[in-house]
């Protein structure tokens, strides 16, 4: 997936109220990577996971992956060119493809509005 269409997907999730966590906004020069991934994690309430076959094979998103299922966090997997089959340790968990996003932000929208409900 190309940095732009990663960012019109987070632009998406900004407009229903999502914060996010996106390595090229949330990194820093000098940061400690793997833990910077794992507080971010922490701090998230659901992870939505961005999977090409270039992706899957990265050491980071094992990293996301390993910190999402560790925490027991809710994982949705977009897929981009990749199959089900081939998502790793995240088999077994209900991926979505890249064309269906816009059908999971509605999904999502209601867990959002719940969520900055009891913020306030």
């Known amino acids: ?3 732009g269409s990663l960012d019109r997907l987070v632009k998406k999730l900004k407009r229903l109220g999502a ?9 820093k020069g000098g940061d400690e990577v793997r833990k910077r991934i794992i507080d971010g994690i922490r701090a998230s309430r659901e992870v939505i996971l961005s999977l090409s076959p270039e992706s899957i094979k ?8 390993g910190a999402a299922l ?5 994982v949705t997997p977009i897929l981009h ?9 995240l088999q077994g968990i209900k991926a979505l ?8 932000l509605i999904e999502l929208k209601p867990r959002i509005d719940k969520f900055l409900a ?3």
């Open 58 to 65: 990265s050491q980071w998103v094992a990293i996301e992956i």
């Open 19 to 27: 914060e996010k966590w996106l390595d090229k906004h949330s990194l």
């Open 97 to 104: 493809y890249l064309n269906d996003f816009d059908d999971f």
């Open 1 to 3: 997936m190309t940095r």
């Open 81 to 89: 060119n990749l199959r089900p089959k081939d998502m790793g340790p």
């Open 118 to 120: 009891r913020k306030k």
């Open 70 to 74: 560790g925490q027991k966090k809710h």
